[in-house]
């Protein structure tokens, strides 16, 4: 065993002898901008530019940007006040997710407590109104989910509602009079129903409800009220098709509009700043497009979107469309309908990498779509040559999916030799209700039937070397590594897994109380309630059949794969003389420091090329 600590350091090497997969880490990257709803000229990004991700106000009329946060550990989880005179920022301690909202002037100024009177807890969702009025969400390990309002005139916050399954805050209305609150209070925790409430006082307006007692499993999502005064209309997302798709619901008459958008894929939508028109993205076999919904006269227009994947986008009050733009090969760009960039940070620029090949696998429920990378010059007389030593990638959620979007991780493999393939595996969003909602009671075993089927024609096919296999992924994804790499031994030669679940009724016990309703919804019931389920998909039930070399990486503050559990399956590796390396870092479910990431990365390459035999 190799027991690693501590955290990266040493200096940034010189751009000219950085090594490709370390400039795509390096490069400094913006998030989309949010906007001021009152004051459009001010906005708040997320970027790295300093080497750790931090929160940014930018003035467009003057063109100034400056840094708002700067933490050891980064901080992302911010919002503007609806006249931009405020930057709210969510203050945790070293990761662990639970905190206080604080804010600071948008031209700086000191750090104030945002909400004086309420106690740290996990974030719960946070809208803000008109004249300084806010609506914020707790949630707490004892007290389950909690709404406060902290008052426009500086009143002390006040409590409307509570209750011991997850919820979340939604959007306020336009005058700030009512407010949307997503809930499982049926028990369901992946399909929300909405209560909409008074601000003043709690009382609630109307509840809509598609789980029927929570005998059906269809969600609903609240999209945002009416950008008009007095409009009481809220855009809702629901899955009363086999798809995600908007409707507009009235929550003073109840009345519900259905709205005609023939489209194959999952549906999102968020209202135009003038309430004529609804801002869609199209989510469809991992590739994004967006359009233009009339509601005047039902008419969708397609927006110029180049071929890759749509990661957030927003209506400007001028009618234009900023939008995060990447794919597999492209790094990420902000970009505007108007045309050309919105917003870039200075400096590197991070190199493309290979663009994906779609493949579809019959499984044993139906067709698996799979994203293949294969390194630079494969086939060519210079190049490397098929079968490849091949890394499956399994991404985290598990409602989630993988898509034509860059990240600097595939990219990094690619560069070592490496084919890479990414599975959208039962679980996965975006291929229809019953493909998501297919994952439940035997959680992690449905997933990996669908990795294996992959894996099998990655082999058949000649792409992969079944000799050199790595099995990876980060939370969900390093779950299902360890789980993969003790059910399926002989199918893989290496398995790296990031902040996973390891120990199953462990994690539970020590986990965040939104994320125990979540596994209660998935296994049926809690460890107690259904051993058998958590023992059957635990990766320390199996971890006397692993063979391969097995590397986790953990933050020691991380609050949804907490590290105890994992130091139990390590200590059964380390019993039973397993081959293995353990890194932890001071963070919590991931790291937001750039040189923290690229030293795991290292790590993780450097493992798998000794254990392999791999070469560039």
Same mark, same amino acid.
């Given at each position: ?167 979340? #805050? @939604?959007?306020?209305?336009? /005058?700030?009079? $009512?407010?949307? %609150?997503?809930? =499982?209070?049926? +028990? ?47 855009? #809702? @997302?629901?899955?009363?098709? /086999?798809?995600? $798709?908007?409707? %507009?619901?009235? =929550?003073?008459? +109840? ?362």
């Amino acid at each position: 065993m190799n027991e690693i600590t501590g955290s990266a350091g040493g200096s940034m090497p010189e751009a000219g002898t950085m090594p490709e997969w370390e400039k795509r880490f390096r490069a400094p990257r913006v998030g989309l901008p949010e906007w001021a709803e009152d004051a459009p000229h001010h906005s708040l990004f997320v970027s790295n530019v300093t080497g750790t991700y931090e929160l940014y106000a930018w003035d467009r009329t003057s063109g100034g940007r400056r840094q708002v946060t700067d933490r050891p550990n980064g901080t992302t989880e911010g919002a503007l006040s609806r006249d931009g005179a405020w930057v709210w920022w969510f203050s945790d301690t070293d990761g662990d997710e639970f905190g206080v909202w604080m804010k600071q002037p948008f031209g700086g100024g000191e750090d104030i407590p945002a909400a004086p009177g309420l106690a740290a807890s996990y974030p719960a969702g946070l809208a803000l109104g008109v004249g300084g009025l806010a609506v914020i969400g707790r949630s707490t390990d004892d007290e389950g989910t909690s709404v406060h309002v902290v008052p426009a005139d500086g009143a002390e916050p006040y409590e409307i509602y509570r209750h011991e399954e997850s919820a979340g #805050v @939604g959007d306020l209305s336009e /005058d700030g009079s $009512l407010v949307v %609150i997503e809930h =499982t209070e049926h +028990g369901d925790a992946m399909h929300s129903a909405l209560r909409v409430v008074r601000v003043e006082d709690g009382s609630t307006v109307a509840e809509l409800d598609d789980t029927a007692g929570g005998t059906r499993e269809l969600g609903l999502d609240g999209l945002g009220f009416a950008p008009v005064p007095g409009d009481a209309r809220l855009l #809702v @997302g629901h899955q009363r098709a /086999d798809r995600w $798709l908007p409707m %507009i619901w009235d =929550t003073a008459t +109840g009345e519900e509009t259905a709205l005609t958008i023939d489209l194959p894929g999952d549906v999102h939508a968020e209202w135009y700043p003038d309430a004529s028109a609804l801002l869609v993205v199209h989510d469809f076999h991992a590739r994004s497009q967006m359009f233009r919904y009339d509601l005047a006269d039902g008419s969708l227009t397609e927006l110029d979107t180049p071929a890759g994947s749509v990661s957030g986008a927003t209506a400007r009050p001028d009618g234009t469309v900023e939008f995060l733009w990447s794919s597999a090969e492209q790094p990420p760009a902000v970009r505007s309908t108007a045309g050309g960039i919105v917003l870039e940070a200075p400096g590197l620029r991070a190199p493309a990498s290979q663009p994906v090949e779609d493949v579809w696998v019959e499984g044993p429920a139906g067709r698996i779509h799979a994203l293949v990378q294969r390194p630079a010059g494969t086939g060519t007389p210079d190049g490397p040559a098929e079968p490849l030593p091949t890394v499956f990638e399994i991404h985290g959620g598990p409602t989630w999916h993988d898509s034509d979007a860059f990240a600097a991780s595939p990219a990094a493999w690619l560069d070592h030799g490496f084919a890479v393939v990414r599975v959208n595996y039962r679980g996965s969003t975006g291929y229809g209700r019953a493909w998501t909602d297919a994952l439940k009671h035997r959680v992690g075993l449905i997933e990996l039937e669908d990795i294996a089927a992959v894996r099998e024609w990655a082999v058949s096919s000649g792409l992969a070397d079944p000799s050199r296999l790595v099995l990876t992924g980060g939370s969900w994804g390093g779950y299902l590594t360890l789980l993969g790499l003790g059910t399926q031994p002989e199918a893989w030669t290496v398995g790296i897994a990031a902040v996973p679940v390891a120990d199953y009724a462990t994690a539970y016990a020590d986990e965040m109380e939104a994320l125990k309703a979540l596994d209660r919804t998935l296994f049926g019931g809690s460890p107690e309630e259904v051993p058998e389920r958590y023992e059957a998909s635990s990766p320390i039930s199996y971890v006397e059949k692993v063979t391969a070399p097995v590397y986790i990486s953990a933050g020691t503050n991380d609050p949804r794969c907490p590290i105890r559990q994992i130091d139990n399956y390590v200590e059964r590796l380390r019993t039973l003389d397993k081959p293995h390396e353990v890194y932890r870092y001071d963070a919590g479910h991931g790291s937001l420091v750039v040189e923290e990431r690229i030293k795991q990365v290292r790590l993780e390459l450097a493992f798998a090329l000794r254990h392999t035999g791999a070469a560039v």
